[in-house]
């Protein structure tokens, strides 16, 4: 867990890749820059030799320092780089911004509440049950969907008060 101010990041983790490097959420070298993450980044070796060849370091051997540094190097545009199955966070400190995103095709989600209090956000939506003030009533209209279509389409979630941001 990461808490700064308003914003706390945590994550729970099945590792894979680097499983005591890649620990999250992962900070660049200043702490400005933090990344929670879940999925794979297919290509993160080929992104790491160029970004290193442009003078970011690597503490780890984690395709999730790749998002961290690519955040820095490219900003949004880091996603048009990124090869897999993804949805993360970066907490950029330096612009005071939050970024989420989730990869084109919509393999990994991304679950989301937004209201004036808060921004709460996560990759499973049972994880957003422990969210204080959340109303965790059902959403038919989503119910419906996924009985028809068998998944359910973002920007529907399982709960009312929940979204799924789209790929």
Not at 24 to 36: I, Y
Not at 91 to 114: C, N, S, T
Request: with cysteine; glycine share 8%; aromatic share 14%.
């Amino acid at each position: 867990i990461a808490i700064r101010g308003p914003v706390a990041f945590g994550h729970r983790r099945l590792s894979i890749i680097d499983p005591e490097g890649g620990r999250q959420p992962m900070f660049n070298e200043d702490g400005n820059v933090w990344v929670t993450f879940n999925g794979e980044i297919y290509n993160y070796r080929e992104l790491a030799e160029e970004l290193k060849s442009k003078g970011h370091q690597f503490r780890s051997s984690s395709d999730t320092e790749t998002i961290v540094h690519a955040w820095e190097e490219w900003g949004e545009d880091c996603l048009k780089r990124l090869r897999g199955m993804f949805a993360f966070a970066v907490m950029d400190w330096r612009a005071g911004r939050l970024f989420v995103a989730r990869d084109q095709l919509g393999i990994k989600p991304l679950h989301y509440i937004e209201t004036p209090e808060y921004f709460a956000f996560s990759s499973e939506p049972q994880a957003l049950r422990l969210v204080p003030g959340f109303n965790c009533e059902l959403s038919f209209d989503a119910i419906d969907q996924f009985l028809w279509l068998q998944y359910i389409p973002a920007p529907s979630s399982i709960y009312d008060q929940a979204s799924k941001l789209p790929p």
